[in-house]
């Protein structure tokens, strides 16, 4: 039996707490990696299509999750508010996109062996 070639694999990696409730996963990871660029969780939030309100709660449940701040912001002023990770925020998403990147390349290793016989034209 063959399968479409066209068919991949996809891993979503999300940090559960003790009662398996998602804490940390790709969703807050882009969120802080758009404040890192825009430095602006309003304009992160603005760049992802979502609310500001929204990006607000998620990184507030975050917050509470992991017990650690994710950002530091200032208000207003002559250039405006703004926004930039914590270092914790920092090396948190760092140690993220690792796993994340570690996880994905296992996958696909895993994939390749166990389907590629299946695969059209392999």
Sequence with gaps: MKMNPDL?????????DGE????FGPGVAAL???VQTQKSL???????G??????????RNAEEALDC????????????????LTAEAEGLLE???ALQREVEACA??????RFGAFRKGE
């Design 50 to 59: 979502m609310a500001y309100s929204k990006a607000w709660r998620i990184i």
């Design 69 to 84: 701040r994710l950002l530091e912001s200032t208000i207003g002023g002559k250039h405006g508010g703004g926004a930039v």
């Design 108 to 113: 696909r290793e895993g994939f390749a062996v």
């Design 95 to 97: 140690s993220y996109q």
């Design 20 to 23: 398996g409730q998602r804490r």
């Design 8 to 16: 991949r694999l996809t891993v979503t990696l999300r940090l559960l």
């Design 32 to 34: 802080l990696e758009q």
């Design 42 to 48: 309003r304009a992160a939030a603005g760049s992802m």
